[in-house]
């Protein structure tokens, strides 16, 4: 049995233990697992290269932990309730037995089609148990994953494919989305126009919707599993191997390729979800990420299977066919805890309480979420009508880099408070420096949030550059691990996340770049320059605000402000669409030439003074016509 926390004075003990003796502490935990040959070292490290191991020379195989070893004791136990986004279609149940069968037949596909050891394979999918199936696969072959949202466009998907190299796209032929009918092949097609790499890609039919497929490249999921049945043994894989790549955005222009290895991600994961979620044998798990995202890959996926737990996978959206589909599922399927994000929480609020009714939501024992700082008004909300009062609320702080839960409470024995993460889980060990590195000791001390140890799921490197790795995450400030956020630490020592501190925006707990946001609308050829900030959005937590210097002479300001948003949708993805877009003739830029971005910051957030020192700007005017033109406009 793995470790589980089960008392206060038990967390403090364990966080005590991991923090005097870590080697001893994750050592423990990692012997709970199933390795094909033992760990030399639990940890070497540096934070300057930064170069970090766990489990060092240890060989392992994840899908043995999350399959082959739930065989001999739960066999017939449900790994997956699949709920499809149509509430008429029949839902699915696989069992641990079935799982196992499905995801060596497709490893077996996936060596029949020429993946091997080290090959990247990108996988975009609706939420299907195909979607954890491929991922399964491929970390049964030692190929690696990685995972793009299907909501992302073409251009984008062409881009994670070129840095990785893939070799293989695994895709459906359309997505259901509530009323929505997405086409999904054809993103692919467009896609590889502007690849090299890829030489497989195997579609799976979901939606029936009419797909071109090229000879020699494009096969049918169903057609190319065909004889593939019966056992593939696991790959011995080295602890530090990779597992998946998945990309994020960070302050510059181009999304990161963030890497995660094998070893310390699988002892990570399940220790997190069995502690924080205090999950146990019988419980139904429910997070309603999309596997698209870390949170789906960590407490969908990996987290649960190697728990060895029931879990389900929802095809859909929280307001289809209408606002109170969350509820429904989790009365359908008796779900105990249950993960969502701030955004879901603020937009099905919105709705009242009256879809609600009806449903009885009393299998309910831990609610959480994940993404963004809750508010407290919605925290009050979800506890008093989703959790009726009586269910712990696990607000969880985390990071694709970190690839788990690192600082929240375990749920029903930390105490917790509105809109606080609380405290860190064993084995993690933050620190807050100011702007100039020093540590702010003890309690009621604000600034950024850093890492002083390594935790077994941080990530090893950013694809293809580790220089970028250092750059970003250790170079701020040396011997840490930067997280980008600011914190607040209380008079009782619990943690409040105040969000970014870098020109990353939070939009509905998506991660946006402002950079990668203004090269998107820049590509209009009408657009000269722009500028992109958040502000307070009620519903998304952070809504997207552009200033855009553009020539108007042949077209109307609503035209051109359409346009732009189709730009950054065609680009990126609707996901990262402007959500106000306003035309200006000028930026505040610095004599250097630097945009004053907290100017733009609080103009967006509808203030219209106390703008601090602005005796830099080259041309003061230029902010006195902006608040104009945002008057107007409010
Ligand atoms: C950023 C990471 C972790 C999975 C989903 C997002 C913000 C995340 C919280 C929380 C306040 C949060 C941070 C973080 N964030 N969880 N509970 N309270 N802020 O992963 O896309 O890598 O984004 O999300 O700003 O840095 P991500």
Redesign the pocket.
């Known amino acids: 049995m793995n470790l589980k926390i089960q008392t206060l004075s038990g967390y403090f003990h364990e966080y005590q233990k991991s923090v005097l003796e870590p080697e001893k502490f994750w050592g423990r935990i990692a012997e709970t697992f199933h390795w094909k040959k033992k760990w030399d070292n639990v940890v070497d490290w540096n934070f300057e290269e930064p170069s970090v191991k766990w489990f060092v020379n240890g060989k392992m195989n994840i899908t043995e932990n999350m399959l082959d070893r739930h065989l001999f004791t739960s066999a017939d136990k449900t790994a997956i309730l699949w709920e499809p986004n149509d509430p008429n279609e029949a839902h699915r149940t696989i069992t641990y037995q079935e799982l196992y069968d499905l995801v060596c037949q497709f490893s077996n596909t996936l060596k029949a089609q020429g993946v091997e050891k080290g090959d990247r394979v990108i996988i975009y999918m609706p939420m299907v148990p195909e979607a954890a199936i491929a991922m399964m696969a491929c970390a049964r072959i030692g190929a690696v994953h990685s995972v793009v949202f299907a909501g992302f466009s073409s251009t984008a998907l062409a881009d994670r494919i070129n840095d990785c190299q893939a070799k293989m796209v695994i895709t459906s032929d359309g997505n259901f989305r509530g009323a929505k009918k997405i086409p999904v092949k054809s993103v692919v097609d467009e896609a590889l126009e502007n690849t090299t790499s890829v030489e497989k890609v195997i579609t799976l039919k979901r939606t029936g919707e009419e797909v071109t497929m090229k000879e020699g490249r494009d096969l049918w999921w169903h057609e190319a599993i065909q004889g593939n049945e019966g056992p593939c043994p696991a790959e011995a894989m080295d602890s530090e191997d990779m597992l998946f790549i998945l990309y994020?955005s960070g302050s510059t222009g181009k999304p990161k390729g963030v890497v995660h290895t094998c070893g310390g991600y699988m002892v990570y994961t399940h220790f997190t979800f069995t502690n924080v979620f205090q999950y146990q044998a019988d419980d139904i798990f429910w997070c309603s990420a999309d596997v698209g995202?870390?949170?789906g890959h960590s407490y969908i996926v990996y987290g649960p299977l190697l728990a060895g737990a029931s879990m389900v996978m929802f095809e859909g959206v929280p307001t289809y066919p209408g606002p109170d589909r969350f509820w429904q599922v989790i009365d359908k399927y008796k779900v105990n805890q249950f993960y969502t994000a701030p955004t879901a929480i603020r937009a099905l609020q919105a709705f009242g309480q009256e879809p609600l009714e009806g449903y009885s939501l009393s299998s309910l024992k831990v609610l959480g979420?994940?993404?963004?700082?809750i508010n407290e008004e919605a925290w009050h909300w979800y506890h008093a009508f989703v959790g009726k009062g009586k269910c712990p609320i696990v607000?969880?702080?985390?990071?694709?880099?970190t690839g788990g839960i690192m600082i929240s409470p375990i749920a029903g024995i930390t105490p917790t408070k509105p809109s606080y993460?609380t405290l860190p889980l064993p084995g993690i060990q933050l620190t807050i420096l100011d702007d100039q590195g020093n540590e702010l000791k003890g309690n009621s001390v604000e600034g950024n949030l850093c890492v002083k140890f390594p935790w077994p799921s941080m990530l090893r490197t950013t694809y293809g550059d580790h220089d970028r790795c250092k750059q970003v995450y250790f170079s701020m400030f040396k011997g840490y691990y930067f997280?980008?956020?600011g914190v607040k630490r209380d008079e009782d020592g619990y943690y409040r996340?105040l969000?970014?501190v870098d020109d990353v925006i939070?939009v509905s707990?998506?991660?946006m770049g402002t950079a990668e946001v203004e090269n998107a609308i820049n590509e209009h050829p009408k657009v000269v320059e722009s500028a992109v900030v958040g502000y307070d959005h009620e519903i998304k937590g952070q809504g997207i605000y552009a200033y855009v210097i553009a020539d108007t002479t042949d077209r109307t300001e609503e035209n051109l402000i359409k346009e732009i948003k189709l730009t950054v949708s065609n680009i990126i993805g609707p996901i990262a669409r402007p959500d106000k877009i306003q035309i200006v003739t000028g930026l505040p830029k610095t004599r250097s030439g630097k945009i004053m971005r907290r100017i733009l910051r609080k103009i967006a957030n509808g203030e219209v003074s106390n703008f601090g020192d602005t005796s830099t700007l080259l041309d003061p005017s230029v902010v006195d016509q902006i608040i104009e033109g945002a008057l107007q406009k409010a």
Do not use: C, F, L, M
């Open positions: 994020t995202w870390i949170t979420t994940v993404g963004e700082p607000d969880t702080w985390w990071q694709t880099e993460a997280t980008g956020d996340i969000g970014r939070n707990g998506h991660r």
